[in-house]
Structure formats: C-alpha cells, structure tokens
C-alpha cells in the first residue's frame, strides 16, 4: 500500500496526494481517490521544451520548478500538463 509522501499544488488552487513514487492518491479537485496504481507524476519541466524533469524530492527539497510544466503516466501514457495556465505546478511539499 501506497503512503502519502507529497502534496502537489497546482496553479488553479487545488492539490495531488502523492506516494513517494509519485503514484496518485487523491485529486483534490474532483475529491477523486486513485487505487489502481496506474496514475504517476514522473517530474516537473521548468519550460515546456525542458528536457530534464525535476524529481518530486528535489521539488520538495527546494530546486526551482519553473514554469512548472507537470508530466505524468496514465496507464502507459507520457503526458505534459501545462495548458490552460491553471494546470500547472506551483509547489511541492513533504507531508509528514
């Protein structure tokens, strides 16, 4: 079972319940719980043509996030968040 690591603030005021992994437990803007484990966020671009992705732990660590361009993987599927505005990253933490 996954345990929640990481709370991930998006632009338009809601949140991610994230695993260490960066599995998806909770999307607060639907009140969605995730458990079929097929849902991640792998990183976060500072620019949306960046080709390195900043780690969740080092976003929560402090590195700069950027523009904050999220990427994820549903169910196979690499994806790039970013547009509408509201859809981006603005904050990382460490739950305790």
Known sequence: MNRPAYRLWIKGGWYFILAEDGTILFDSERNYTSTSGEWKIIGIATRHNSHRLVSLKAAANGEPIGQGWVHDLDHGTHRMW??????????????K
């Open 82 to 95: 970013g547009m509408p505005k509201h859809h981006r990253a603005v904050n990382v933490e460490v739950l």
